[in-house]
Nanobody, 122 residues
Framework: VQLQASGGGLVQAGDSLRLSCAAS???????VAWFRQAPGKDREFVAA????????HYADSVKDRFSISRDNAKNMVYLQMISLKPEDTAVYYC?????????????????WGQGTQVTVSS
């Protein structure tokens, strides 16, 4: 499975942004998660969705502002972000887990995209 994240950019606090993760290279079922990594910090879990899109999980810091979704017909996963804050600034990565569970641990994910930068100015 190959993943490619896109949609990042420079926005102001309070703005919205939608990230996309394009998947290719297989028809296996997998959950997809978004993680993010700010400079000097560990990569942290943001949100995850199962292959059938019937279950979701969010980090507490984003659950009222971010929404994860997927379109399996297009092999796409999205992360809609609203009310962005400067502390949301990070490189955002999408990742796939062939076990199709909603893990928050980076070690559980089998495939990773290259990351897209999100910068939120105050």
């Amino acid at each position: 499975v190959q993943l490619q994240a896109s949609g990042g950019g420079l926005v102001q606090a309070g703005d919205s942004l939608r990230l996309s993760c394009a998947a290719s290279g297989g028809s296996v079922t997998y959950s997809v998660a978004w993680f993010r990594q700010a400079p000097g910090k560990d990569r942290e879990f943001v949100a995850a969705i199962t292959s059938s899109a019937d279950r979701f999980h969010y980090a507490d810091s984003v659950k009222d502002r971010f929404s994860i979704s997927r379109d399996n017909a297009k092999n796409m996963v999205y992360l809609q972000m609203i009310s962005l804050k400067p502390e949301d600034t990070a490189v955002y990565y999408c990742a796939a887990d062939l076990m199709d569970i909603l893990s928050t641990e980076t070690s559980r994910y089998d495939y990773w995209g290259q990351g897209t930068q999100v910068t939120v100015s105050s």
